[in-house]
C-alpha cells in the first residue's frame, strides 16, 4: 500500500536546539498535515498545507510543502521540554484519506 | 470544551467479549471518522461517516467490527469476539467534510484484550 517515509525515526535533543524532520513519498499529494502527540493522547493538529512550496507558521514551528508535492518538512525553532512527543506527518490524495508517516519521536537530553 | 469526546478513555476485556467505545465529535462537523494506532505506528483507517452514512470501511475491518452514527452525531465502534490482536488505541476524529479537511481527534480508547 501507499507509505509515506518519515525520518528521523528519533531525535535527542538539547533545549534551545532547532529540530528538523521530514516525511516523503513515491505519491504526489493535495494537503500534508502534521500533528503532534503525547503520551495517552490522540494526535493534535498542528499545521496544514495545501499548496506546493507553501510555507507556514505556527509559533515556533514552521511546515513546508514540497514542491513535488511529494515531500514535506516541519522545523521546530529554540526547543523547550514540552516540545518532546511523536510528531506525525499525514498525507492527503483523494477527499478524506489520509496516508500516515510513522513518527518522529522528540525526546529532551538529560 | 467543544473538541472531540471519546468515552472510555480506558477498556480491559477478556478475550471473547464484546466492546463500544463512544465518540462524540465537533458539533458542526458533519464527518466522523474511527482509527485504529497501535505503538510505535501512526493511526491506521477503519472507517468514516458523512452524517449518518458510513461511506467507506478498510479491507483491514473485520466483520467482528461494526460501526454507527444513528442520527449523524455521535457514534459508536462495536468489537465482538475480543482477541488480544485487537488491544490498540481507537481514535476517533471528526471534520467539515471539505476537499483538503482538517481531522480534529479526540483522546482515544486505550483497548487491553486479556
Known amino acids: 500500500g501507499q507509505q509515506l517515509n518519515q525520518s528521523p525515526q528519533s531525535m535527542f535533543i538539547q533545549e534551545g536546539e532547532d529540530v528538523s524532520m521530514n516525511c516523503t513519498s513515491s505519491?504526489?499529494?493535495?494537503?500534508w498535515l502534521w500533528y503532534k502527540q503525547d503520551p495517552g493522547e490522540g494526535p493534535v493538529l498542528l499545521i496544514a498545507?495545501?499548496?506546493a512550496g507553501e510555507l507556514t507558521s505556527n509559533g515556533r514551528l514552521t511546515a513546508q510543502f514540497g514542491i513535488t508535492r511529494k515531500d514535506s518538512f516541519l522545523n521546530i525553532s529554540a526547543s523547550i521540554p514540552s516540545d518532546v512527543g511523536i510528531y506525525f506527518c499525514?498525507?492527503?490524495?483523494?477527499?478524506?484519506?489520509?496516508?500516515w508517516g510513522a513518527g518522529t519521536k522528540l525526546i529532551i537530553k538529560p | 470544551d467543544t473538541g472531540v469526546s471519546q468515552d472510555p478513555r480506558h477498556k480491559i476485556t477478556k478475550r471473547g467479549q464484546n466492546v463500544t467505545f463512544r465518540c462524540d465529535p465537533i458539533?458542526?462537523?458533519?464527518?466522523l471518522y474511527w482509527y485504529r494506532q497501535t505503538l510505535g505506528q501512526g493511526p491506521e483507517f477503519l472507517t468514516y461517516?458523512?452524517?449518518?452514512?458510513?461511506?467507506?470501511k478498510s479491507r483491514l475491518l473485520s466483520d467482528r467490527f461494526s460501526a454507527e452514527r444513528p442520527k449523524g452525531s455521535f457514534s459508536t465502534l462495536e468489537i465482538q469476539r475480543t482477541e488480544q490482536g485487537d488491544s490498540a488505541m481507537y481514535l476517533c476524529?471528526?471534520?467539515?467534510?471539505?476537499?483538503?479537511?482538517?481531522?480534529?481527534f479526540g483522546s482515544g480508547t486505550q483497548l487491553s484484550v486479556l
Open positions: 476524529a471528526s471534520s467539515f467534510g471539505t476537499y483538503g479537511e482538517k481531522l480534529f
Open positions: 505519491s504526489i499529494f493535495n494537503t
Open positions: 461517516f458523512q452524517n449518518e452514512a458510513q461511506l467507506e
Open positions: 498545507l495545501y499548496k
Open positions: 499525514a498525507g492527503q490524495m483523494g477527499n478524506y484519506q489520509l496516508i
Open positions: 458539533s458542526e462537523h458533519n464527518r
